[in-house]
C-alpha cells in the first residue's frame, strides 16, 4: 500500500523546459520536490490540465496575432481535446453600477482638468514645447448667447419701477458703490494694473459680500508688492495667494483659478486683460457676468448686461420676466432684448445696491420701498408687519417724552426722535443679516 506524502516532506517547485513552438520562450512546469532536492516526475492531474491550457492560450494568441504556422506534430489530438475539456468558459462582466458610473465620470473630469491645467502650464526656458495633439487640447467653450429667437415684450410700466429705484437708490450708499469691483483699480497707477485688479477682484466676488472681497483684494495687493499685475501673480507662489483671499468664498479653488487665468494672460494676452466676452470666459473661473462687468468696467465696453442673484432675484419681484426667468442667463438674455442699450452699464449697480439695503433676500423691506405701495410696480411686495410697526411707534413716542422731560426744545426733539429710530433700522438690519447669514453679492 502506497503511503501518502506529507506537506512537510514534499513542495512545488518549478521545472523550466523549452517551448515546442518557440526557442526563445522558455516555460515552467510545477512539479512536486522531494527533501532531498530531486524533482518528482509526478504531476497532478489539475497541474497539467492548467500547463496545457496555458500552452493551447499562448498558440491560440500566436496564430490570431500574425498567422503563424500550424502547430508541430508532436502535439497530440488527445492532449487537444483535454487542453480544451479543462478550460473555463469566459464570462461577461457585469455591467457597472451607477456609484461606478458616477466615479468615472468624475475621473473623466479631473483628466480633463488636468488637461487644461496642463495646457496653460509655463514651459521652461531651453526646453522646446511638445507638440499638441487635438486630444490633449483643451474642449473650446462654445459662443455665449448675445440675442432670443424671439425678443421678450417690454413689461408695463418698468420706466416709472426704474425710475423709483434710481431715486432710491441716490439717498443712501451700498457696499457695492464703495467696495465694487470697479473700487479695485483706484489704488493701481498702471492702466493695465488697472484691468487686471479689476478682473481678480471679479474673480473673488463670487459666492462673496462686497465688505470681504475688498478686503481681500486690498492683501493681495499687499502681497504682491503694492499692485496686482500678470507678472506678479505668476511669480507669486500658491501659498501666498492662498493666504491673502483665504476669507472668500471657495478660496482654495479662487487661487487656482488665479494662477491659471494669470498663465493665460501672460501667454496669450500679452498680459492684459481681454477685450471680448468669449475670450474672457475662456479664462478658468470667469463666467458671463464677470465677463460684462469686467468690460464695462476695465475697457469701457457695453456690450451686455452683468447678471448676479440680487438682478435675478428682483427683476422676477417686480414681474419682468413672464414666464419667471430661472437663472442669471435668462434673465440677461430677457433683459438685453427689450431693455435700452443706455441702461446696461448702469442695472447692474442699482440693483445690487438695491437689493443690499431694501430688496433683501430674506425680509425685504417693503416698508421701506416706494414700490410696496402700487401692486403695479412690484407685485411682490409684502404687507408691512404690525407688529415692527408697532415697535417703532412706541420708541418714537418714548424718544418725544424724553426729549421733553429733559427740557429739549421741539426741533432739538424731533432730532433725538430721527436719531432714535435710526438707532432702531440698524438693530433691525443687524438682526436680519444675522439671520441671512450674510447677504451675497
Aim: glycine share 4%.
Amino acid at each position: 500500500m502506497a503511503r501518502k506524502r506529507s506537506a512537510s516532506t514534499a513542495r512545488l517547485s518549478l521545472v523550466a523546459r523549452p517551448s515546442p513552438y518557440d526557442a526563445a520562450v522558455t516555460l515552467f512546469d510545477a512539479a512536486e520536490t522531494s527533501p532531498n532536492g530531486f524533482a518528482s516526475p509526478r504531476r497532478s492531474t489539475r497541474t497539467r490540465k492548467v500547463v496545457e491550457y496555458a500552452e493551447v492560450e499562448a498558440e491560440e494568441a500566436e496564430d490570431s496575432e500574425d498567422a503563424a504556422p500550424p502547430a508541430p506534430a508532436d502535439v497530440s489530438p488527445q492532449k487537444r481535446r483535454r487542453a480544451n475539456a479543462g478550460r473555463l468558459p469566459r464570462e461577461q462582466p457585469p455591467p457597472p453600477s451607477p456609484a461606478k458610473k458616477r466615479k468615472a465620470a468624475v475621473a473623466a473630469v479631473k483628466v480633463e482638468e488636468a488637461d487644461i491645467e496642463d495646457a496653460v502650464r509655463p514651459v521652461p526656458a531651453g526646453v522646446s514645447e511638445p507638440a499638441r495633439t487635438a486630444s490633449a487640447s483643451p474642449r473650446k467653450s462654445k459662443p455665449l448667447r448675445t440675442a432670443l429667437a424671439a425678443p421678450h415684450p417690454a413689461p408695463a410700466r418698468w420706466e416709472e419701477a426704474y425710475a423709483a429705484v434710481r431715486e432710491m437708490r441716490a439717498r443712501f450708499v451700498a457696499p457695492v458703490d464703495t467696495m465694487g469691483c470697479a473700487s479695485a483699480q483706484l489704488h493701481e497707477i498702471d492702466p493695465v494694473g488697472r484691468r487686471v485688479s479689476t478682473l481678480v477682484s471679479l474673480m473673488l466676488s463670487s459666492q462673496t459680500k462686497d465688505e470681504v472681497t475688498a478686503a481681500a483684494t486690498e492683501r493681495l495687493r499687499a502681497a504682491l508688492g503694492g499692485s496686482i499685475t500678470v507678472p506678479a501673480l505668476v511669480a507669486a507662489d500658491a501659498s501666498t495667494i492662498s493666504s491673502a483671499i483665504a476669507s472668500v468664498g471657495f478660496w482654495r479653488r479662487k487661487t487656482q483659478y488665479v494662477k491659471q487665468a494669470a498663465l493665460r494672460l501672460r501667454d496669450d494676452f500679452a498680459c492684459d486683460v481681454p477685450q471680448t466676452v468669449d475670450e474672457l470666459c475662456s479664462l478658468p473661473g470667469v463666467g458671463p457676468k464677470m465677463a460684462f462687468l469686467c468690460l464695462q468696467a476695465a475697457w469701457n465696453i457695453n456690450d451686455g448686461i452683468g447678471v448676479d442673484v440680487h438682478v435675478h432675484r428682483i427683476t422676477n419681484r417686480f414681474g419682468w420676466h413672464v414666464p419667471p426667468s430661472k437663472n442669471p442667463e435668462e434673465t440677461r438674455l430677457n433683459l438685453q432684448s427689450w431693455l435700452p442699450k443706455a441702461l446696461h452699464p448702469e442695472i447692474n449697480h442699482l440693483l445690487v445696491g438695491f437689493g443690499q439695503t431694501i430688496c433683501l433676500p430674506v425680509g425685504p423691506r417693503c416698508a421701506d420701498c416706494a414700490l410696496s405701495s402700487d401692486a403695479g410696480l412690484c407685485p411682490s411686495a409684502q404687507a408691512p408687519r404690525a407688529k415692527q410697526n408697532r415697535a417703532r411707534k412706541a420708541l418714537l413716542l418714548r424718544a418725544d417724552a424724553d426729549a421733553r422731560a429733559v427740557g429739549l426744545k421741539a426741533e432739538e426733539a424731533e432730532m433725538f426722535s430721527a436719531l432714535a429710530f435710526e438707532v432702531h433700522a440698524i438693530k433691525d438690519e443687524k438682526e436680519e443679516e444675522k439671520e441671512l447669514g450674510g447677504t451675497l453679492s
